[in-house]
């Protein structure tokens, strides 16, 4: 009999907190004065990126040349000088004072030192890294307001919001889904955002987990009485053949929107290699239609399955409050088999369709989703160690890699079980999840 190899890594545990932070979107709808003036407002973001990128950039090119001469004193701009010369700027220029708020263009500068941070980095760890760049206008495509609860004025019975500073423009309609009603009380900030020539509020807020659990609660007695009468842990194994196998023996189906669109995808990719320009010659207007089509096309599948997966995170918390997921390096397992031109790879076609399978769920975000709703309703998630999930029987414990006989099924060679592959990884997930958790719980009394 073989016995399992022991764990390097015991798991993690995410157990509910005091407090968590919720960010929900919201579409906005604009008329033409309000959506000029947000225009605007990412123009004017784009100025004061690249006018502050631009003196960055010249201390360091400074620095660069006369970094071995003695004597020399570099003089660095910093996020507080850089600040500080916007303020004057606004004082200097009425029309910048009057309708944008100084918090938007302070975390312009917020985000160029933070890029600037990060280069610095991997400058000086070896690493190879580029400049931040220049950026036009019409990349530029979100900007943010904060203290949103002093600078914006909600009509929750309109459904529209003001800015406080563009009163004139009148109340901005918005529209969210079918389960919001209306806006949270206390907002921490707003984030605006074009996305394909659509406009999109993102509002921050924080929230109470231990109330959240109770409003749920309140709101559906049938998801109540679920949760009394379901395990205390829920293994989910993640895959691309089934999307998930659950340890109570459900299958969710993998619905593949990649494949669904792929036909059109195809098209616009053809169309677009046919209409791209040489080198040196300016873009057609068809090749730039072209290329909004296939930009809209892929912010659908991109909605899709966000929407699938808001769905099924919400089906699954809604009888379970506590989850097993297998600790899964997705950003590893999914990149490129390419290699070099010195030491090619194998199986290159093969691995780039596994990686699209893996990119189509989503497997980051549908943990991601599960997650903070099983914390808002009092639960969590827990990580274990996937070695030997899918190998071992979680009926007798034996591991054994022939017990794979087909390609969705395990039968195990010492006990005879026959089930579902991924119903099979997702209990011997429960199982670890539970010592996790249990682990978790007493490391906490201790302390």
Known sequence: MAKRPKSKSKGRAFKKRSGCERIFGVRLYLNAAQDKRFREILWLCANVWNAALAERRGAYLEYCRFRDRPGYQPH???????????????????????????????????????????????????????????????????????????????????????????????????????????????????????????????????????????????????????????????????????????????????????????????????????????????????????????????????????????????????????FAFEDLRILNMTKSAKGTVEKPGKNVAQKAGLNRSILDVGWGDLRTKVRYKAVEAGGGIVLVNPSYTSQACSRCDHVDSKSRVERGWFVCTQCGLKIHADVNAGRNQRKRGLVVLKLSIQDAKAA
């Not at 900007?143 to 800015?163: E, G, P, Q, S, W």
């Not at 072209?290 to 699954?316: E, M, N, P, Y």
Request: charged share 30%; with cysteine; net charge positive.
């Open 76 to 322: 660095w701009p910093t996020f507080q000088s850089q600040r500080d010369q916007m303020i004057a700027l606004r004082d200097e220029y009425a029309w910048i004072d009057g309708d944008v708020y100084a918090e938007t263009l302070t975390e312009i500068l917020k985000r160029l030192d933070n890029a600037m941070m990060r280069f610095i980095k991997r400058k000086t760890s070896g690493e190879s890294a580029g400049f931040p760049r220049f950026r036009p206008w019409h990349r530029f495509k979100t900007f943010t307001i904060d203290h949103a609860m002093r600078c914006v004025d909600f009509d929750h019975v309109k459904k529209r919001f003001n800015l406080k500073s563009m009163k004139k423009l009148g109340g901005i309609k918005w529209r969210a889904g079918k389960t919001r009603t209306q806006l949270p009380n206390v907002i921490a900030n707003v984030k605006i955002s074009l996305k394909q020539g659509k406009w999109y509020a993102f509002f921050q807020h924080e929230i109470d987990p231990n109330k959240r659990a109770l409003e749920l609660q309140e709101r559906n007695a049938k998801v109540r009485n679920n949760r009394a009468k379901s395990k205390d842990m829920l293994g989910a194994d993640v895959g691309v053949i089934e999307a998930i196998g659950l340890s109570d023996g459900r299958l969710i189906a993998n619905p593949r929107f990649l494949k669904k669109y792929a036909a059109d995808t195809a098209n616009l990719q053809r169309e677009m290699a046919r209409l791209k320009p040489k080198p040196g010659q300016r873009s057609s207007i068809p090749y730039k239609q072209v290329c909004a089509a296939f930009g809209r096309l892929t912010s659908k599948i991109a909605r899709c399955r966000d929407d699938w997966q808001h769905k099924i995170s919400r089906k699954l918390v809604d009888t379970h409050s506590w």
